[in-house]
């Protein structure tokens, strides 16, 4: 059964600096979906970046960015010029890619703290 | 568009009481799903739907029943409310439909607290 790892419970990081959450997955299949959610106070939850495992460059939408290890079955979130808002917990996910019943497998989250 | 939605924000119930939590989506997902988060944890899945009229366990479906009627509606219902079943509730739904559209889309979930 696959897994998700997030090692890291909380993080803190200064305002404009640059700070990386950590996810592990364990895994056989090689064709699979990773996501980062960001859950804020309001406990909406937000989807932040997707990355296609087939595909090899890193996906990045504005300041976020990840670090897609396929081999090493590992997914980094990096949150560049942190801002307030970005305070929240993030939650790393994993859905398979293959044809089938597509269920979505979730880390224990990372809660993250902007200092001012 | 409205996306997910769910009712009710918040609900406290005694021991022993039922109800059932609403979500719908306007999106023509042919997926929707039912989590729990309990505090400080991830999701853990309660009962998913692939389309309407069929629907599967979960990890965590002990004291939950579901139905999908529709395409937009998943109730998920909670007999004999119990302490254990306090949680935030989260609906959320998906097209999985090839490689489009894969994420999930979650509602603003339910807090319910049992007494």
């Known amino acids: 059964a696959q897994t998700v790892t997030q090692s890291q419970p909380e993080m803190s990081v200064q305002e404009a600096e640059t700070v990386t959450l950590s996810c592990t997955y364990d895994?056989?299949?090689?064709?699979?979906?990773l996501f980062w959610y960001k859950q804020p106070p309001s406990r909406q939850m937000i989807l932040v970046i997707r990355?296609?495992?087939?595909?090899?460059q890193n996906a990045t939408e504005n300041r976020f960015s990840v670090n897609f290890q396929k081999a090493a079955k590992s997914f980094s979130l990096k949150i560049s010029d942190s801002q307030l808002g970005d305070a929240a917990m993030y939650f790393c996910?994993?859905?398979?890619?293959?044809?089938?019943?597509?269920?979505?497998?979730f880390g224990t989250g990372t809660r993250l703290k902007v200092l001012a | 568009n409205a996306g997910v939605t769910q009712t009710p924000k918040f609900r406290i119930l005694k021991i022993g009481q039922s109800m059932t939590l609403q979500c719908t989506q306007d999106m023509n997902h042919n997926y929707m799903y039912w989590y729990r988060q309990d505090p400080g944890m991830g999701l853990k899945l309660i009962y998913y739907s692939v389309g309407a009229g069929i629907t599967d366990k979960g990890e965590v479906p002990n004291g939950y029943n579901v139905s999908r009627s529709t395409t937009e509606d998943f109730p998920l219902r909670l007999e004999l409310a119990a302490p254990s079943q306090t949680s935030v509730y989260f609906c959320a739904s998906s097209l999985n439909s090839g490689r489009a559209y894969n994420e999930q889309f979650f509602g603003p979930g339910t807090r319910l607290t049992v007494l």
């Open positions: 996910a994993y859905r398979h890619g293959t044809s089938g019943t597509y269920k979505y497998i």
């Open positions: 895994t056989s299949e090689s064709d699979y979906y």
């Open positions: 990355q296609e495992a087939y595909k090899q």
